[in-house]
C-alpha cells in the first residue's frame, strides 16, 4: 500500500526558506500535454503517469480517482517537460526526464513523492528510461546520441553508451539483468553488455526511426517499434532478427509486454486510424483492437496479472484501462479540458469564441465556433464566459486570415510543415523555417488585419510573430505547453488569440507579445481567467482547476496550492478586466478597479506571486495512521497530526474532520474517560492534535487542516475501511434523513410568478420519501410552498433542520424560485413576501443559509435551482448571479455537498411538457426509478447522482444548462437512494 506524501521536510526547515517565485499553473483532474509513459505498480493497485505538462499523476487502478500529483521544478515555456519516466520494479524509485535545465534524471522516492538524488551525464533532453528487473540499475537515453547507465543505490554513473548516429528514444533491460538495447532515429538497433558496457552487436532492419524496446520477461525475445510502422521480434541472447511480428496504419511509439510473455500492446502514432492493438508472440496474431483514441498514444502498460492494459493519450490526454480478452473499458482517466483546435475574434472586438472540435486540416480555419467569451459588456472590459455558439452561422468572427491586399501567407503542401511562405502578388518573397526543438512545424497561421504581422503557431507551444517585409522574428509569445492550432487577431490588430493542444485559450498584446489572459474552461462549464500576475475571474468553482506551484529548487519536489487558497488576495475580476484594457498595465488596471468599486468593498491592494510565501497557509503532516489507506474493524480510530508554519506567521488552530463534518472526539486514551476529548498544542509556529472518532460508516474519510490568520491549509486525507457492525441497507440500525424543501411559484408581487417551482419542492420532498425504510430507518421532511414560504418561514425551517439532524443523519435542503444580488453584491433567496426595493428587510440572506448548512453535523447537500434569467424559450429562474454566494460554500472544510441547477449566467430551465425544472426532473428520473445506478448494485451514490443529472439535463436543454455538484475531497463517495 502506498504511503502517503510526506511533509516531513517542512517539519525540520526554518520558516521563510522558500525561495523561488511561485508559478500560476493549471490542474484539470488530469493530463493536459501529451502522455509520454505510463506504468502500473507491482501489485496492479496503482497507474503512474508522466506528461509533457511537467507533472506525474498517480491514480488508483481499481476505482480510477486520481490519488497524487508529483511536482518537481518548472519554469514558463519547456523547461521541467517530462519525456521519459520509469517506476522501478519493487515500487520504491521513480525515474523520470525530459527537458531539464541540467538535463538531469530526477530519482523520486515514490512512497513519497520526494526527490533523493540529480542523476547528470546527459548533455541534452533525455528521452528514454528504464530500470534493470532487480531494480539496481537504471538505463537512459538522450537526444545527444548516448544511453548512460547508472547504478541506482549509489546514484553514480556506471558506463556510457557510444555509438548511434542519431538521438537515442528507446531503451530496455534485458530479463536477467545482463543486457541492455537501444533504438535509434539512426534506423538502428544496438544490445550492449550491462555489466562491461561492451557493445555486443548492431541489429538492423528497420527503415525508420526505432521508438521503442521491450524484452519480454522469459528472457527469450526483444521487440522494437518504429517509425516504418513495423513491430519487429528479435532473438534476445544474439540479437538475431526471427520475423517482421506486425505491420500496423500508424507509426509504433510504444510497446509494451504482458508478464506472461506472451502478448505486445502497441502505441499509435503518426499515420492512419488510432487503433492499440494486441498481438500474440511469436505469431503476430492481432488479439484485440482497441479504437476508443481518437489521436496519437505514446504510452501504453500492461497490468501485473496479465488481464487488463492502460493506454495514453488521445485528442484529450485521456487515460483507459481495458480488458485484453475483447477491449471493455474498465476506466477512463481524464481532466475535465479538451483541446483547442480553433479560436476567433468577434469583429465588433468584445469577444473571442473557441471550438474544441476538429472539422479540417486548414491551418486557418480547422473546425467550428462553440464557445464565446466575453471581454466588454456595456462598454466595459468584464472578461466571462459567454453563450454557446453553433459554428457562427452569421459570420460574427474572424479566424485566420490568409490575404491582407498583396500580402499573403501559406505553408508548401496546405498542411503542417516546417516551412512558412510569406508571398507579395503571389510570389514567395520569404520563407521562415522551424528550425529549434520547439518550433519543429507550422501549425496554425493568420496575418494581423492591417497587414503588419505574420502570426504562426506551431508545435510544442511555438506561438511566434514575423515581420512580413523581411521575414525576421518579431517577437515569441510564451507561455502555450502544447501544440498551437488555433490564432485569430483582433480588428484593429492589437490582441492576438490562440488555442492549444494544452487546453487553453490565451490573449496576447500584439505590439509586445505580453500574454494578457490565459482562460481555461472545463467540461463541467466551470471556467477561470487569469493575468500572468495570478489576478484572476472565475465562475463558482472555476479556480478549482488553477494553484500556486513553489519550487523549493531541483533537488526537491515543488509545493501546490489551490488557487482559491487565496482568492481574498487574487479573485478580482475588476482587475482582471482593466489588466486587459490597458494591455498588461497592472498599477493602472488595480488603480482603475479601485475608483470603480463605489466604496462597497475594500480597496485591492497589489500583490505579486513573491507575496504568496508571506500568506502561505501552514503544512500538515498525519503521524499515525503512517498509510493513506486504512482498513479496521475497531469502531474507535485514532489520528495523530502535526502542523508546522511555512514562514513567520503562528498557527491559529489544527482540526479534524470525518466525512467532511467536525466531530467531537473521543478522549486519546480507551480507559482514561476523564481524558480530554482532544488533544490540541498550538505553540507558535508549530501544533499538534490527538484525537479520536467513533466510525459509523463502512467507508470514510479523515481529514486534518491548519489555519493562520490568512486562511487554512488544504487538508491532509487517510480513507479509512470500517469492517465492524457496519450499517447496511438490511441493517435494523439506518440514518435518519432530514429533507427541507422550499419552492415557490407564487410570489405576493405577481411579476415574479414562475410555473413549476413549488411542483419541484414538492417532487424532490416525496423522492426522498420514497427512502424511508430503504436507505433511511425514517425521512422527516418539512416542504414550504408559495405562501407558507415567507421570509419567516424560511428561517424557522432552517431552524428546524439544524436542530434535528445528528452525526449519524444524512440533511438536504432544496430551494427553487428566485435570487437576487443587491448592490453590494450581497446574494438574497425571495421568499413568498419579498420586495425587491426591500432586500435587507425582506429577503432571506445567503449567510442564513451558510451558517446552518456548515453547522449541520450530519452529511449535508444543498440543491440550488435559482439561476439567472435570459432569453430562451421556457420559464426562467432568478434576477441575478450567485456565482459569489456558492464560492463562499465551496471549500474543502465546508463539508458540504453543493448541487446548482447551473453555472454562472446560465438559465435554469422549466417546461410545461416537463412539469418540472430540468434539474428537478433529472432528479425524479434519476432516483425515482434508480437510473442514476450506474454500476446496477441497487444503490445510487452521490457521484452516480452528480453523473447522471449533468448528463441528463443537458439533453433536457440541448447542451445550454449545465448543472454543477462540488463535492468536497474529505467527503467519501456515499449513497444518497437505495432498491
Known sequence: MLKRVLLFIFMLLPGMLL?????????????MAKIKDIMFTSDGRYLVSAAYDKTVRVWDAETGEMVRTIRGQIKEGDEGKLYAAALSPDDRW????????????????????????????????????????????????????????????????????????????????????SMVATGSDDDSIKLWDAYSGRLITTMTG?????????????????????????????????????????????????LSVSPNSRMVLSGSGIGGKKTNNIYTIPDGYNQTAFKKHRNIVLSTAFGPYNKVVATGGGSNQEIYIWDVRDGAVKHKMVGKGKRVWNVGFAKDGRSIAWGKTWRSGNLFDRGDLEQRFNLIEDGEFKPSLGSKMDGDPHGEYTRGIRQVGSLS????????????????????????????STCISHRGLTLSPDGQHVISGGSNGSLLSFDPYTGKQLHEFVGHAGDVWGVAVSPDSRYLVSGSDDQTVRLWDLGSGKNLLTVFHASDNQWVAWTPE???????????????????????????????????????????????????????????????????????KKYGAGDLQNILPPAVFIQFPTETMVTTADE??????????????????????????????????????????????????????????????????????????????????????????????????????????????????????????????KAVARIFQGQEGKLFRKVESRVLLDDQATRDDILDGLDWILQESTQKDMSIIFMAGHGMNDKRNNYYFLPHDAEMNRLRRTGVKWFDFQDVVVSLPSKTILMVDTCHSGNVTGKRRGLSDMTEAIRELNSADSGVV??????????????????????????????????????????????????????????????????????????????????
Open 534 to 604: 495570478g489576478y484572476y475571474s472565475s465562475s463558482s468553482g472555476g479556480d478549482k482547476y488553477i494553484g500556486w506551484q513553489i519550487n523549493q529548487g531541483y533537488e526537491r519536489s515543488a509545493l501546490y496550492y489551490p488557487a482559491s487558497r487565496f482568492a481574498d488576495q487574487f479573485r478580482q475580476p475588476l482587475v482582471v478586466g482593466n489588466y486587459v484594457k490597458t494591455r498588461g498595465d497592472l498599477d493602472r488596471a488595480i488603480k482603475l478597479a479601485n475608483d470603480s468599486r463605489g466604496g462597497y468593498k475594500k480597496n485591492v
Open 636 to 761: 474507535k480510530f485514532c489520528v495523530k497530526a502535526v502542523a508546522r508554519s511555512l514562514n513567520n506567521e503562528d498557527i491559529t488552530d489544527i482540526w479534524l474532520t470525518l466525512n467532511g463534518r467536525k466531530t467531537r472526539g473521543l478522549g486519546v486514551s480507551a480507559s482514561a474517560a476523564s481524558q480530554p476529548e482532544v488533544n490540541k498544542q498550538l505553540l507558535g509556529r508549530r501544533a499538534s492534535l490527538e484525537q479520536c472518532v467513533q466510525l459509523t460508516d463502512r467507508d470514510n474519510t479523515i481529514s486534518v487542516f491548519a489555519s493562520n490568520q490568512y486562511g487554512s491549509s488544504d487538508p491532509e486525507v487517510i480513507s479509512v475501511r470500517w469492517k465492524g457492525n457496519v450499517q447496511q441497507i438490511d441493517d435494523i440500525f439506518k440514518p435518519k434523513l432530514y429533507v427541507l424543501s422550499i419552492g415557490i411559484s407564487r410570489y405576493a408581487d405577481s411579476q415574479l410568478n414562475l410555473d413549476v417551482a413549488h411542483k419541484d419542492a
Open 206 to 254: 528497420h527503415t525508420k526511426d526505432v521508438l521503442s524496446l521491450v524484452f519480454t520477461p522469459d528472457g527469450r525475445y526483444l521487440l522494437s517499434g518504429s517509425d516504418d510502422k513495423t513491430i519487429r521480434l528479435w532473438r534476445a541472447e544474439s540479437g538475431r532478427l526471427v520475423k517482421v511480428l506486425a505491420t500496423q496504419n500508424t507509426t509504433v511509439d510504444h
Open 409 to 436: 501567407i501559406r505553408t508548401p503542401d496546405g498542411g503542417v510543415n516546417k516551412e512558412l511562405e510569406i508571398l507579395r502578388n503571389g510570389s514567395v518573397a520569404h520563407t521562415v523555417v522551424c528550425e529549434t
Open 898 to 979: 453543493v448541487m446548482t441547477a447551473a453555472t454562472g449566467r446560465e438559465v435554469s430551465q422549466e417546461r410545461p411538457e416537463w412539469g418540472h425544472g430540468a434539474f428537478t426532473k433529472a432528479l425524479v428520473e434519476g432516483l425515482g426509478s434508480l437510473d442514476a445506478d450506474y454500476n446496477r448494485n441497487g444503490i445510487v451514490e452521490i457521484k452516480e447522482l452528480d453523473l447522471f443529472i449533468t448528463e441528463r439535463v443537458k439533453a433536457l436543454t440541448g447542451g445550454s444548462q449545465h448543472p454543477t455538484t462540488e463535492i468536497p475531497q474529505t467527503l467519501p463517495n456515499f449513497p444518497v437512494a437505495a432498491r
Open 94 to 177: 521513480l525515474a523520470v526526464g525530459g527537458w531539464m535545465k541540467y538535463d538531469e534524471i530526477r530519482l523520486i522516492d515514490f512512497r513519497t513523492g520526494e526527490i533523493v538524488a540529480l542523476l547528470k551525464g546527459h548533455s541534452n533532453v533525455l528521452l528514454g528510461l528504464d530500470f534493470s528487473p532487480d531494480s539496481r540499475r537504471l538505463v537512459s537515453s538522450s537526444s545527444d546520441k548516448t544511453a548512460i547507465i547508472w547504478d541506482v543505490l549509489n546514484q553514480k554513473k556506471l558506463h556510457v553508451l557510444e555509438g548511434h548516429e542519431m538521438r537515442i528514444y528507446g531503451v530496455a533491460y534485458s530479463a536477467d539483468n
Open 19 to 31: 525561495g523561488e517565485t511561485p508559478i500560476l499553473v493549471i490542474d484539470s483532474g488530469g493530463h
